[in-house]
Structure formats: C-alpha cells, structure tokens
C-alpha cells in the first residue's frame, strides 16, 4: 500500500483534530445541560405547566401577546424566560413578558399565530432543547466532515497557523473608517483569522457592516452574533450604506428578529418571503387566499386597520392552518401542511440567492432554512459573548476566512455549570482561546495570576488589532475605563473634545464622575427571592433621577446587579415620578445593558455591611470585572456610582478593584453625600 501524500495526512490530521474538538465541546454541553435542569428544578419549571385558560391580548411589536392562567404554585418564572407555548396541537416558542406570581397570571409573545383561544395550553419553560440541538448540528459536523470545513474550524479555535496579511478595502462604503478601523479592516480582508479587539464606543458595528459589505464581493458572508441586539444593529448600518441595488433584489436577509421592535421589511427574512410570494412564487399566495375565503378568516385581534399584522407567510399560513384544524376540516389542514413545505422551499430559495446572511448563533442550529447554506466568510460579532460550541458550529459551514469581532473586557459567555469541561469550554472566548489574551486556550483570566488583572494582548500581536478610538465616553469617564480595563490604551476622537467643549458653562456643574455615598443612612439588605434588595439605595437613587430629570436631563439610565433592586428601582421611580420621569429612562441589570449607552449612567452597588458581598468581589466572582466594565463604560457625560464607601472598605479587600475604583473616582471627581437635598449638583467633600 502506498503511503499517503502529506496534503492527504494533513487532511486525515484536520479530521481528527475536529473530531477530539468537537466531543470535547459535547461533553461541555452535557455538563450545561445537567445544570440547567438542575436549576429549572430549583425553580419549579423542570416539567411542563398546564393552563387553566389562554387567549390572545393583541399584537406586541412584531409578535402576539398572548396572556394564561396557570394554576397556582411557587414557581419561578421571570421576564425574559424563554418558553415553548403547546396549544392545539401546534408549538410556538415565546418569550416571558410578565408574570403575577400572586395571581398566577403569564404574558409571553411569540411570532406565532396560535389562535384566540388557548385553552388546554401548556407551557414549557426548559431551554436545554436548544442545547441538545445544538449538540445534535455538531455531531453531524463530527460523523460527516466532508459536507463541512474543518480547517475553519481549526483555524478559529487557534489549532491551525492562520495566514496573516492585509488588503486594501475597495467600496467607497469603507473610506469614511477612521485610521484605526481600516488598519482593522485591511487585516480583516488579507488574513484567514483575524481578531478585533474593539472597547466601548470605538465603533464595532461600523466596522462589522463594512467588512460584510467588503467579504460579499469574494462569495456569500455569515454574519453571527449571539443576541439579537447585535444582529439588528449591524443589520441596520448595512442597510443604511449597501448600495440599494443589493437591498432591492433581496442581496442582504435578516433571519429572525427582535420580538420587541419591528425589522427593517428591506432585508427582513419574512418581508423578503411575502415579496417573493406576492410576486406568485410556488402559486402560494393564490392557494393562501383560497383558504382565507373557504374558512372565511377574519383578521386577528388588535390587528391595525382590519389588516394581519405579519408580514411572514409562514404566520398568514400557520394561522389558516391552526382555524382548519379546529373546525376539523382535514382537506384544508392537508393543503396548507403542503402550503407550508412550499413556503419553506421558497424561503430556502430567498437564502440561496442572499450575499450577506445575518442571524443569531441559536438560530443557525435550529432553522432547517438555514442547514444546507455554506459560506465563503464568517463575521462573528460581540465575540466575547459567543459560546464557543456555537462558533465552532458557524464555522463549520464556512469555506474561508472567519473573522471575530468584540472586546473580551465585557461580558462572557452566560453559563450555569461550574463542571471542568463547561467551564474550560463555554466559560472561555474566542480571545482566550486564541490565545491573545491570558494562557494560550486555557480560559485563564488572568495569565495564571487571579490578583494581576486579565494579560491584554500585545500591541503587535499579528492576529488581533485593536480599536482605540472611542467616541462615547467624555475624556474624565474614558480615562477611568481605559486606565482599569484597557491599559491606559483608548483614546479620545476629536468629536469627544468638541462635545466636551459644548457643554453649558454654567455654574454649579455637575463632575463627569460622582460617587454617591450612602454611609450616613445606615442601609440594609434584604434577600428577596435569591437576590439582594436595598431599600435606602433606591430612595436615593429615586431622589438623584428626580434631581436630575428637573435640570433637563431625560436620558438615563439605571443599572443595578441584583434583579430584586433592579424591579424595586424601577416601581419606586415610576411610582415616584409618574408623567414627570425622564422619558428615555431604563432601569436594568447589568446584563442586560451590554451594548447601550445613556447620557448619565447611575450604578448602584447595593451590598452594604455587616454583611459581605461575594458578587462584586473578583476573588470570588471571575466575572465582576467585566460586569463593572460594561456598566462604566455605558455612560457619555455623567456617571454616578452609589456605594456604601465606609462599608465597602469593611468588607472588601483594601486592593479589591471596587475599592480601588472608588477611591479614583473620588479624587478625580467628586464624592457626595446621600443626605443633601440637592443632590444633582452637590459638593465635593
């Protein structure tokens, strides 16, 4: 038998390679897997929940509010759960809007027309089918890589040299980049891996769509992210600089939205599908119409000026199909089953002709629309936040470059389990695993020192530029940031020091950085439902916002680390001010906050002794840095940090990184005390 030649070694060695990562990433799943049903347990949610009745509230952005009776229990069920909705014998997945534990009463919203009576429903609120789907699409990569790209793979995850070098952009979209975005974009375009390390304000997203735009001119872009927020808004500033050309014939497609607001209906995925149809494809808008006069279907409830509100044909056809089945009316669920399969093929058709395809990471594991699409590049966006199973499954399916754009100082990955391959696994970001940042794919924090702070990448390291030029943050708040975060490294574009400079010059004026202590009030904690609450906080934040909303001010936001403050922040304002709250205010956590940013940003910190706070101390919780950071770094003239300055100095270390924070604020701003009645403005003292 002849030896194999070294391209054919090379081959068998990729394969074998991605097979030992992919099961390593299996396990880590598993381990996921096992915690969050754990979890669902604790909070009484590991079983489906019956309810007592259903019905149709109305429309709600671009889905359908749908509202239950579920009978009573203590089960933990919070905004922004994910929930599959059972009713009539069809599916929908939804999303939690509220849920009144006293009286029992849920609101959820799903795209999905599933009728004006759900009684019978059943709710589910376990979300490890995602993670087994997603397990599924990654042993099939496994059993059958000649149908994908190993070395992409490979080559993300840092297990294959990448080939490094650059190339100038050749759109007039890309010539308004400033010098440190094309610096990144021409890296971008003559390399196979490329990083971009991009903090607060540098731009992200700008260079995102441009690269998209760029990449499409070699064959068909993936466009990759793990929320929809990220998606959206490179979605956005595509369809605001693409020649219309592109978005006319359909060129760049959104699959899936934001229940919360409507999509752009030029590259939106559902409108692309009504035009097509509209136009006769596959004769489904004739048969659609058929069957709405044969079963004489009204518009739905809340619906605007007699019209359905979904532009999707999979809705229009999904509602038909639900009213056939309840009248039991066999020959219509017949047809519109096939309805439905020729809409799928036609949406399969809208993909196939797509240049630039942008979706969540969930998304792609489980569309069948989206199975069988390849790719020529892969632009991943927020890259610190995208687990790496998900990467690993996004670059499967592409043939060249894979491209990974984020900042490694926000948020990680959301994770449940502390088992060693979850945390060696979905703990760790692409960065880190790389080997830019810390111990070379070791998910190290720190480079091996928990006390040293995260190890930034090098200035010359070849695989990762960086994005220095930030236009959020006036000069006193990046300076905060950039000297805690990012090694004294950002700096201010010219825009910032002609916005500083337009800031009335009247006196008092309020310092860029304030702390806001609450030491003389003697706050307590309470534990409420596994979180923390401080009542003495939030009095003085009510107070501050309403200080600040009659100097003028209306964007602002307030963010918080205990779910428990964040609701009793947001009741107490609202009570509190009424018609007088500032219009664009926002109260959060911090998690949620990632990727926003407010004129004044407000954090409360919460904790106060005698008890002690394991959540913002780093020794404790890994992920308090980054947690800090993206709260800062939301603001563009005014942050205020409330804390409890003599208390946290009891508790934490000396050296804990709040304390140290603390205290730089207080000399380069201004500390001011919580018992003034003027608080906006205050004094130092």
């Keep these: 038998m002849q030896a194999p030649d070294s391209h054919e070694g090379s081959h068998e060695g990729s394969r074998e390679s991605l097979w030992i990562l992919l099961a390593d990433l299996r396990v880590a799943i ?17 079983r489906p929940i019956p309810a007592l009745s259903g019905r149709l509230r109305g429309e709600a952005g671009t889905g359908y509010r749908y509202a239950f009776q579920i009978a009573g229990g203590t089960y933990d069920i919070r905004a922004d759960d994910r929930v599959r909705i059972h009713a009539g014998g069809r599916e929908a997945l939804g999303v939690v809007h509220r849920f009144d534990r006293t009286l029992g009463l849920l609101q959820a919203v799903s795209p999905d027309w599933l009728g004006e009576r759900l009684d019978g429903a059943e709710l589910e609120f376990d979300p490890t089918w995602l993670l087994r789907e997603l397990s599924t699409r990654l042993a099939e990569v496994g059993q059958d890589p000649e149908e994908y790209f190993p070395d992409t793979v490979l080559g993300a995850f840092g297990r294959l040299p990448p080939r490094l070098g650059r190339e100038s952009p050749r759109l007039d979209s890309s010539a308004d980049l400033n010098e440190p975005q094309l610096d990144a974009l021409e890296r971008v375009l003559g390399s196979s891996a490329q990083l971009v390390w991009g903090p607060p304000g540098t731009g992200k997203s700008r260079l995102v769509a441009r690269a998209a735009l760029e990449l499409a001119l070699r064959g068909r872009v993936l466009v990759a992210a793990t929320t929809n927020g990220a998606v959206d808004e490179i979605a956005r500033r595509l369809a605001s600089i693409a020649d219309p050309a592109l978005l006319d014939r359909d060129r760049i497609i959104r699959v899936g939205f934001d229940l919360g607001a409507a999509p752009d209906t030029r590259i939106d995925l559902g409108a692309a599908l009504a035009r097509r149809i509209d136009g006769g494809a596959g004769g489904v808008d ?37 009213l056939a089945r309840s009248r039991g009316n066999a020959e219509s669920a017949r047809a519109l089953g096939r309805v439905m399969l020729e809409i799928a093929r036609q949406a399969e058709a809208v993909l196939e002709e797509a240049d630039i395809v942008l979706t969540t990471f969930a998304r792609l594991s489980i569309r069948e629309e989206l199975r069988e699409l390849r790719f020529e590049s892969l632009l991943i966006d927020e890259a610190s936040t995208a687990p790496l199973p998900y990467v690993a499954l996004a670059a499967s399916r592409v043939a060249g470059p894979a491209i990974a754009v984020g900042d490694f100082q926000q948020l990680p990955p959301v994770v449940s389990s502390t088992a060693p391959a979850a945390a060696r696994w979905l703990r760790t970001d692409l960065f880190r695993e790389a080997g830019v940042v810390g111990g070379a794919g070791a998910g190290d924090e720190a480079g091996g020192d928990p006390e040293a702070g995260t190890a930034l990448p090098s200035p010359n390291d070849g695989l990762c530029a960086m994005l220095d030029l930030q236009y959020r943050m006036v000069p006193d708040i990046r300076e905060l940031v950039s000297e805690f975060f990012y090694g004294g490294r950002l700096r201010d574009a010219p825009e910032i020091a002609a916005r500083a400079a337009e800031i009335p010059a009247r006196a008092p004026q309020p310092a860029p950085l304030s702390v806001l202590d609450t030491s003389g009030l003697d706050p307590r904690v309470e534990r409420v439902d596994g979180s923390r ?22 964007d602002i936001a307030v963010v918080s680390p205990y779910r428990a403050q964040t609701r009793h922040l947001n009741d ?19 998690h949620r906050f990632q990727g926003r940013e407010k004129r004044l940003v407000i954090i409360d910190t919460v904790d106060a002794p005698p008890g002690r706070s394991w959540f913002l101390d780093e020794r404790r919780n890994r992920d308090f840095p980054r947690l800090l950071n993206v709260a800062l770094s939301r603001a563009r003239d005014r942050l205020v940090i409330v804390a409890t300055i003599t208390g946290l100095r009891r508790t934490l270390p000396r050296e804990a990184l709040l304390n140290r924070l603390l205290s730089h604020v207080e000399q380069s701003g201004s500390r001011l005390d919580a018992t003034p009645t003027d608080l906006w403005h205050g004094a130092s003292r």
Excluded: K, W
């Design 30 to 46: 598993d381990e996921e897997i096992e915690a969050v049903t754990a979890d669902l347990a604790r909070r009484r949610l590991d």
């Design 286 to 322: 004739r048969t659609l119409a058929e069957h709405e006069e044969q079963l004489g279907a009204r518009p739905p409830a809340g619906s605007r000026e007699g019209r359905p509100p979904a532009l999707n044909p999979y809705a229009r056809a999904g509602r038909l199909l639900s």
């Design 533 to 554: 609450r401080n009542r003495a906080h939030a009095e003085t934040v009510a107070d501050f916002v309403g200080a600040a909303a009659r100097d003028g001010i209306d």
């Design 572 to 590: 107490l304002i609202r009570r509190r001010l009424g018609r007088a709250a500032p219009a664009n205010l926002e109260v959060s956590t911090i």
